[in-house]
């Protein structure tokens, strides 16, 4: 089985390429993604490959984009939207719900959005206003969306194809400041066989507590784990990875287990997916828990400017702090 040293944003590529390999009816849209391949370069060298018919360059509009995928989906195709930027999305957020997530409901199941739309997320990376966001909690919350997020190059390789081949419309988020971090990807095993787009999978195996993260948090916490293991305390790392549906078999065994809990995300606390998670934990795992679940999250605040980023997001050291206090109970 050929396995390939990827970053994570060439393993997408890599699997946009496979999946317009695999089915003439994939088509990709968005704002640069042709010619210039991306802001990113996720798209690079597919409009040269396959064609400006299928690799299209489309105006600077985000809800034109999503409402032409919406026609071109009702209609056999399956459009990979491109938001450049998270903060560019709410102009398409209309669309969004009123269209893409209520159309198969709408029309009791005769009509299928077989769309994708992709959305790099996430600060990081010293970008300014608007380029920055964590806007899943607005797309989980909405009935008829899924809501997907890799967190390493494997994934990003096969959970892109996932998405693709799914007849329901997902909202995949890309964790763009993990764009150049590199990983194994095992580029011939067949799809069939891959890991299952909606479920979650333990990270990094521990006894003592348990930390749950997504996304670009993932890598964060994988690390606080790799410290905490210095001081003799083994955590368990779950990358939740599809956040609609909520996948928490994986969380509800370990917290049993662990009888400790953090959630960690990006996205600011108030009403953030971490709050949904810690309730659930808490229904399920009530008799178990040695102290409340805890979040770590970004703050209530608009996104900081880019110099002081690194105050606002959530680090190993504010994780750790977390972990410290659960066993303060």
């Known amino acids: 089985m050929a396995t390939e040293t990827l970053t ?45 018919q299928r690799v299209i360059d489309t105006p600077l509009a985000e809800s034109g984009i999503i409402g032409t995928a919406v026609g071109l989906a009702i209609r056999g195709f399956r459009p990979v939207c491109e938001i450049q930027f998270d903060g560019f ?75 693709i081949a799914s007849d329901d419309p997902i909202v995949f988020l890309e964790p763009k400041r993990r764009y150049w971090e590199k990983g194994p990807v095992e580029l011939d095993a067949p799809l069939s066989e891959a890991y299952p787009l909606h479920s979650a999978r333990v990270a990094r195996a521990g006894t003592d507590a348990t930390v749950l993260a997504y996304g670009p948090m993932v890598r964060t916490c994988l690390d ?54 810690a309730a659930r934990i808490t229904e399920e795992c009530f008799y178990s828990l040695e102290s409340p679940v805890l979040r770590v999250t970004g703050f209530d605040t608009p996104y900081p400017a880019s110099r002081v980023e690194e105050e606002y997001l959530p680090d190993l050291d504010r994780v750790l702090d977390a972990v410290d206090r659960t066993f303060g109970w």
């Open 224 to 277: 606080a784990a790799t410290a905490a293991a210095e001081d003799g305390r083994e955590l368990e790392v779950i990358d939740l990875r599809t956040l609609s549906p909520l996948d928490l078999t994986a969380a509800y065994e370990s917290v049993k287990r662990t009888g400790r809990c953090v959630v960690v995300h990006e996205a600011p606390g108030n009403l953030g997916l971490g709050s949904e998670i």
């Open 8 to 52: 994570l944003g060439k393993a997408l590529n890599t699997g946009l390429r496979k999946a317009l390999e695999n089915d003439p009816k994939v088509v990709i849209m968005g704002e640069d993604v042709g010619k210039l391949g991306g802001v990113f370069r996720i798209t690079d060298g597919l409009q040269k490959d396959f064609g400006d």
């Open 89 to 163: 999305v709410y102009p398409a957020y209309d669309q969004i719900v009123s269209q893409v997530a209520k159309m198969h409901y709408r029309s009791q199941g005769k009509v299928r959005i077989p769309m994708v739309i992709r959305i790099p997320y996430g600060g990081g990376i010293g970008a300014v206003e608007h380029h920055s966001e964590s806007p899943e909690a607005y797309f989980a919350h909405t009935a008829g969306l899924k809501v997907v997020t890799c967190a390493n190059p494997q994934d990003a390789y096969t959970m892109i194809q996932q998405a």
